[in-house]
């Protein structure tokens, strides 16, 4: 098993819909962070959480320690939120890197 | 441009040769990071440096793989006698020192070995 699992691994939606992106982690963390990838390569982070909620325009994303859960949230949807996103925790472990979850592909239909 | 920056961007190479790749961190930041991420799947971390200093190394990287970050500013991959496995994105990341040091990560080096 996998120690960060995000779901769903695809999802498809029309232009304005409420999107709801999941992620579940099995270690103890520092940070979670979320991050948005586009065709091409580049990554860009999002958000980084290590408690309660963050927003950023039509942005929100949530964490719940105790339940080692995470999710994020798009508002009114729009073409251009299609992209990868992509869940990944920092170990409290000592370790620096980031674990990251597999990615949940987003396409907003117009 | 302050951010991350990788070179080449794109390398296409045969079997058996060697490639390596580059890494210019922002320039204030410490740490830098190598991840692989093949198609369809989440990164996977590589290596990871604190100033010059290599302190973590994953299973992952073989002996065919190398970096350094010999003045604690920009880092080389290597990796000799390519194998079409290592065809993937390899990406670099760095950040500021401490525990909630976010990464900022470049563009990605895509490796295609025919």
């Known amino acids: 098993k996998n120690e960060v699992e995000q779901s769903p691994q695809n999802l498809t939606a029309q232009e304005g819909e409420f999107i709801t992106i999941n992620c579940s982690y099995s270690?103890?963390?520092?940070?979670l962070h979320w991050l948005q990838q586009h065709p091409g390569g580049g990554i860009v982070s999002l958000f980084m959480?290590?408690?309660g909620k963050k927003k950023h325009g039509r942005l929100i994303a949530t964490i719940n320690i105790q339940e080692k859960h995470s999710s994020l949230h798009i508002t009114a949807s729009h073409p251009r939120d299609s992209a990868v996103y992509i869940c990944?925790?920092?170990?409290?472990?000592?370790?620096?890197?980031?674990?990251f979850g597999q990615g949940t592909r987003l396409t907003i239909n117009p | 441009d302050t951010g991350v920056s990788q070179d080449p961007r794109h390398k296409i190479t045969k079997r058996g040769q060697n490639v390596t790749f580059r890494c210019d961190p922002i320039s204030e930041h410490n740490r830098l990071y190598w991840y692989r991420q093949t198609l369809g799947q989440g990164p996977e971390f590589l290596t990871y440096f604190q100033n010059e200093a290599q302190l973590e190394k994953s299973r992952l990287l073989s002996d065919r793989f190398s970096a350094e970050r010999p003045k604690g500013s920009f880092s080389t991959l290597e990796i000799q006698r390519t194998e079409q496995g290592d065809s993937a994105m390899y990406l670099c990341a760095s950040s500021l020192g401490g525990q909630g040091g976010e990464q900022y990560f470049g563009p990605g080096t895509r490796l295609t070995v025919t």
């Open positions: 990944a925790v920092r170990s409290i472990q000592g370790a620096q890197k980031l674990v």
């Open positions: 959480l290590s408690s």
């Open positions: 270690v103890g963390i520092s940070a």
